[in-house]
């Protein structure tokens, strides 16, 4: 005879046991996938870093970007460019945009952080160019090789002005000068090109290059302040070795500046000046100025007293 198997004994269900196991089960699940998840965006955002900073990147994103910018906006400058904020997707720089106004008077007015953001693929996102609103300076390089603000009338303007006063103006001349020549001009006249105009674009923005972006032989502005006009052919060769770095690979985002490779090339290779931007003229200069034959039409964009000057 067999011997039969005992019966299996089903213990009782317990619903309060039940949903204790339920939810230890869901809790180590999630546990679980969250960890993961949050495994996967250090990976991700730690790769992006990576990647996006790899070599010199960084450097030349501000070195490349940061001066095109300023090429741009030649009405403005630039300071404390900061780098860089890497995002998972992006990496970007901000920096002041300070319009130019007259040496002097009430000081500059300041408007918020400028930020120029490269995705991951090194290309430059729409930059926000209504924070920097058109000024009487960017009119004046605009209007460069056309027929307004002619001779006659900017006489009219300097003759009813003090003549201590302080000018911002932009110098046009009837044919470009050469480094040599636009030297001998400034030394003449006693001027400082804070910018030199590098190309000739009735109605829009020309290439120009600010004697703050060429770094001091030795590292003191106090010298570029002092002797600006002999560190003129040095802000042409910076001017030259910042267009040698450009590669073809940087054409899409110059031409979010509203810049390209040719022009850049061109205008460094030439080497002429047609203009500059002067921030430390006075009215009475201006006027000596503007009858020099050399000149075509000298353009005011502001003017101010010095109020320290006794």
Known sequence: MTEQPEPLLIPDFD??????????????????????????????????????????????????????????????TFDSLVCCQTEPLSMTFTGTAVPLRAHGGFGTLSRP??????????????????????????????????????????????????????ALAVVEFEQPLAADALAGFARQYNACPDKVVYESRPGSAPITWDSNMTPPPDDTALVQMINCVDVLPDDLAAFRSWV?????????????????????????????????????VTVEKLRTIIEDPRVRAVRLADVAFELDRP
Do not use: C
């Not at 900073?53 to 501000?62: H, N």
């Not at 770095?245 to 047609?274: C, M, V, W």
């Open 15 to 76: 619903p309060k046991a039940t949903r204790r196991a339920v939810r230890r089960g869901i809790l180590r699940t999630a546990t679980l996938v969250l960890g993961v998840l949050m495994a996967l965006v250090l990976v991700a955002t730690l790769g992006s870093t990576l990647i996006q900073t790899r070599g010199d990147r960084e450097q030349r994103m501000v070195q490349v970007l940061g001066t095109a910018l300023q090429i741009a906006k030649p009405a403005y």
């Open 244 to 280: 040698r770095i450009l590669q073809q690979h940087d054409e899409p985002n110059l031409r979010r500046f509203d810049l390209t490779l040719a022009r850049l090339r061109k205008a460094s290779a030439d080497g002429l000046a047609y203009g500059y931007v002067d921030q430390l």
């Open 113 to 166: 952080d400028f930020t120029v953001r490269q995705n991951l693929f090194g290309r430059v996102e729409d930059l926000p160019w209504a924070e920097l609103a058109n000024t009487t300076l960017t009119i004046a390089l605009f209007n460069m090789g056309t027929g307004l603000q002619r001779k006659a009338d900017i006489r009219r303007v300097l003759a009813r002005l003090p003549q201590d006063m302080n």
